[in-house]
């Protein structure tokens, strides 16, 4: 086959969420239409498990199955799937935001009963600042949910973002029994096979003009669902498909992942519209297209094996252009070498396989020895490309860490630098301080814990941490004269960034706009200047 139909047969997307909302079990339930299992369970006992990496670990422990925790590729009618795990719970992290960055689409996944919350915002954000389109699946239709165009509202004020339901839940005040489809203009009501959603269910299909169907949901249901359609169709957002890939119009469906109804429904839709591999930009303001011959990739994770007696690492990159040969040899630009890609492994549901080809849209696992970092470029031998520098997430929990043991300071310093430059953690330093100490800033609490845990493990170092209260990070830009006097910092603090940029840490919004205020000759930004 040739590289335009691989690529055309690729989707490459990850799940966002709030914890809860139901991401495993769509995944699992993902899976399950993608042939990958046979029978899903209820995953349980998940939230005890602290250091459980991923949700999707807990579904191999759960169903005996090996599936990699970064992603998971399956086949799903003539389209190679490729999901992304973007962590959850305890262990939200930078990585979660920069798993977004190797996606060409999200589903969003939202609770039927609780709309937007806080976890959604954040990485729609994300989402959001890399144009992604963002597909909205309303999740728990089973139970109540609230009023589908409250939803809609919802996600238009908090989000900013106009949606457009491809299909509309049948039933009123909360309670419904099934999902009117707007394109095909029929109706699938919700069978109750007793299964609790454990194999792939057949709905009870009708035409919404039949008499059985008004019969079947009641004449207040009916009349509910006949309003409603009428309503969107005058008033609400055209199906616009440009818009959709633009990541300016959400497509909305509802469903409920447990009892897998509305699953199948939604995965279709979802492969027939979202994008398959895109062009991504490279530093040069150049466009890398995904047809392009030559094999470029670059590298948006690095997961450190949390077992001490395996110190390996694995870096994960997405290939972005050409074909994928094993033991091909690339130049690793950032490294400055050529390397030879021998083993690399492919992280399908069922096992994890050394790969022969791969292409664009697909993630890699390669072993690392400690030579690479997050965002490193690979390319082709005659080429020397970069693709753009990975967004930096403004941090927004801090600590101040020392060495315990003052005699381990040098293996301190080391090993706080390479986690830093690894993209594990942001590290800051206070400009005047002579202390051998950093400020350490990470996007969640597991973040610090994992730091703490390879510093102990990989380096031999104990640390001593000390909480502070800041809870927002602002990289400054302006003249010298104004930022060495900057007004009203007695509560905030200035540090310096890993390359040396000036950065106001503050105790929260309030403080922020403050010192905004006050200093008028100065620019707050959420990231680091991209010059
Ligand atoms: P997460 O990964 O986003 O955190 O969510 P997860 O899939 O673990 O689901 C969270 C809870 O919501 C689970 O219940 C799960 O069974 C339930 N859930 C998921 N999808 C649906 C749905 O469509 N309808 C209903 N009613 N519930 C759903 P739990 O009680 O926390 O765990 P468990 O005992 O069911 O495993």
């Known amino acids: 086959m040739s590289l335009v139909n691989e690529i055309e047969q690729r989707r490459t997307f990850a799940i966002i969420s709030h914890p809860d909302a139901g991401k495993t079990t769509l995944t699992e339930k993902l899976l399950l239409y993608g042939g990958a299992i046979h029978l899903a369970g209820t995953v349980k006992a998940r939230k005890s498990q602290k250091y459980a990496v ?12 090996s599936v990699a925790s970064s992603v998971l590729q399956f086949n799903y009618k003539g389209c190679k799937v490729n999901v992304l795990d973007t962590p959850g719970h305890q262990d939200f992290s930078e990585d979660t935001y920069r798993t977004l960055t190797a996606a060409d689409s999200a589903v ?6 609780k709309g937007v919350e806080e976890q959604t915002k954040k990485l729609f954000r994300v989402c959001r600042q890399r144009k992604l389109p963002v597909f909205t699946f309303v999740n728990k239709l089973d139970r109540y949910g609230r009023n589908p165009f409250d939803l809609m509202d919802e996600i238009e004020k908090v989000l900013g973002i106009r949606s457009c339901p491809l299909n509309w839940p049948i039933g009123v005040n909360g309670k419904y029994c099934g999902i009117y489809d707007r394109r095909k203009k029929n109706a699938d009501i919700f069978l109750h096979d007793g299964s609790h959603g454990a194999k792939q269910t057949e709905a009870a299909r009708y035409d919404p003009k039949d008499k059985a169907f008004r019969e079947k949901v009641g004449e207040e249901a009916f009349l509910s669902l006949f309003n409603d359609m009428e309503l969107l169709d005058v008033a609400g957002d055209p199906f616009a498909p440009e818009k959709i890939t633009a990541g300016e119009l959400t497509p909305m469906f509802f469903g409920s992942a ?14 027939r519209l979202s994008p398959p591999p895109r062009r991504r930009p490279l530093r040069d303001g150049t466009q890398r297209y995904p047809d392009n011959p030559l094999f470029s990739a670059f590298i948006f994770k690095i997961q450190a094996n949390m077992n001490p007696g395996h110190r390996d690492r694995i870096a994960f990159f997405r290939i972005c252009s050409g074909i994928f040969n094993k033991g091909m040899t690339v130049y690793h630009v950032q490294g400055g070498k050529n390397i030879r890609l021998a083993q690399p492994q492919q992280f399908l549901a069922q096992e994890r396989e050394i790969v022969d080809k791969a292409y664009p849209g697909d993630i890699l696992g390669i072993f690392d020895p400690g030579v690479f970092a997050i965002g490193d470029t690979f390319c082709d031998e005659s ?3 970069r693709f753009e520098d990975f967004p930096v997430f403004p941090p927004e929990q801090f600590v101040r860490v020392q ?8 293996q301190f310093v080391k090993g706080i630098e390479q986690l830093g430059q690894e993209g594990a953690v942001q590290i800051f330093k206070q400009p005047a301080s002579a202390s051998e100490s950093y400020i350490i800033g990470t996007v969640g609490a597991l973040q610090m814990e994992v730091l703490a845990y390879r510093l102990r493990g990989e380096y031999g170092v104990e640390l001593v941490i000390t909480a502070l209260s800041y809870s927002v990070a602002r990289w400054l830009l302006g003249e010298e004269k104004y930022l060495s006097n900057m007004k009203g910092i007695d509560n905030g603090m200035l540090v310096l960034d890993k390359k040396g940029a000036p950065v106001v840490l503050v105790n929260n919004t309030w403080n922020l706009n403050w010192l905004i205020e006050r200093n008028p000759q100065i620019t707050f930004l959420e990231a680091p200047n991209a010059s």
């Open 383 to 385: 080429e020397n490309i």
């Open 258 to 271: 447990m009892t897998n109804f509305g699953v199948e429904v939604f995965l279709e839709e979802f492969l």
């Open 108 to 113: 969003m996944l939202i609770d039927a009963a």
């Open 403 to 410: 060495p315990k043991d003052t005699l381990k300071r040098k």
């Open 54 to 65: 991923s949700d999707w670990m807990e579904i191999e422990k759960q169903r005996g199955i």
